[in-house]
């Protein structure tokens, strides 16, 4: 088998849009640079996602230089956006996280309202260094997150990914197979491993940066969402419960936090610092 090497680098602006893939990116000490710093969020404040809006899923937030996003969406003309002006703050619920974030300026809350049908606004997280604490189970002192749903970055594998389509096509909703890893919305996809080899990772280095990984992703009802259709249906979910489970999740993925930020690129080798013990 071949070494370990990053296949692609996905970059998320905002939440639980559609991204882009560069061929290199930086990364901080939240998250992938451009990577969540944007979120939609109700009345409440309560950041919304493809959970309980899967029409987010087609819509797409292109990074632009300086931190402004291009925004583009079915039935919509093509908006841009630029990073607020920090004129005051308003609090975002992110999973029970209280999150201060910069209410958009211009059209932005109406471009998003008309295409959800719902009244919604658009926030920037100004200060990611200091905003959102880690899950202090799974962090060291001062480490920060972006709006993820709890870690800096996700990681997957191709492996991974042909072993659990492979069983998708043995179960009872064969035809829904097989998914595209975008059904996963990663940040770094990783060629070159044995199946599920992700699981037994606790300390990597990709090129010159260093990573923790912390836990499987236990995934929800946003990777039974067709990306581009907005359709849902009923894998992975079902054959993620009868094969992953692990603890309390159905695992896809391994999250990361950074120890030592720097560019990472397409092609740059993947390096195991510390597995985990052999099982007996």
């Excluded at 097989?178 to 060629?191: D, E, G, Q, S």
């Amino acid at each position: 088998m071949s070494e370990p090497v990053v296949h692609s680098l996905h970059v998320h602006p905002v939440k639980s849009l559609a991204g882009c893939a560069p061929g290199e990116a930086v990364v901080e000490p939240w998250g992938l640079a451009g990577d969540r710093r944007w979120a939609l969020v109700d009345a409440s404040g309560t950041v919304l996602t493809q959970r309980r809006y899967p029409r987010m899923a087609p819509a797409r937030a292109e990074p632009l230089p300086g931190g402004g996003i291009r925004l583009t969406a079915p039935a919509q003309e093509p908006l841009t956006v630029a990073v607020p002006e920090p004129r005051g703050t308003v609090v975002t619920d992110v999973f029970g996280d209280k999150v201060e974030a910069v209410p958009a300026e211009g059209p932005a809350d109406d471009w998003f309202s008309t295409y959800l049908g719902a009244q919604v606004r658009l926030v920037h997280l100004d200060d990611p260094a200091h905003r959102r604490p880690l899950d202090p189970a799974y962090a060291r002192a001062g480490e920060t997150v972006h709006f993820g749903d709890s870690s800096p970055l996700l990681l997957t594998t191709l492996a991974s990914l042909d072993a659990l389509n492979s069983l998708i096509a043995q179960g009872d909703h064969a035809d829904e197979g097989p998914l595209p890893m975008t059904r996963f919305r990663p940040n770094v996809v990783v060629a070159g491993t044995a199946p599920w080899a992700e699981d037994g990772w606790r300390r990597i280095a990709i090129g010159g940066v260093i990573f923790r990984v912390t836990k499987p992703c236990g995934r929800c009802v946003i990777t039974t969402t067709d990306q581009r259709t907005a359709e849902r249906g009923k894998e992975p979910l079902r054959t993620l419960a009868r094969h992953r489970r692990i603890g309390d999740r159905l695992a896809f993925g391994q999250y990361l936090v950074p120890e030592v930020p720097g560019p990472i690129r397409q092609g740059d080798a993947v390096t195991v610092l510390h597995d985990a013990p052999a099982t007996p």
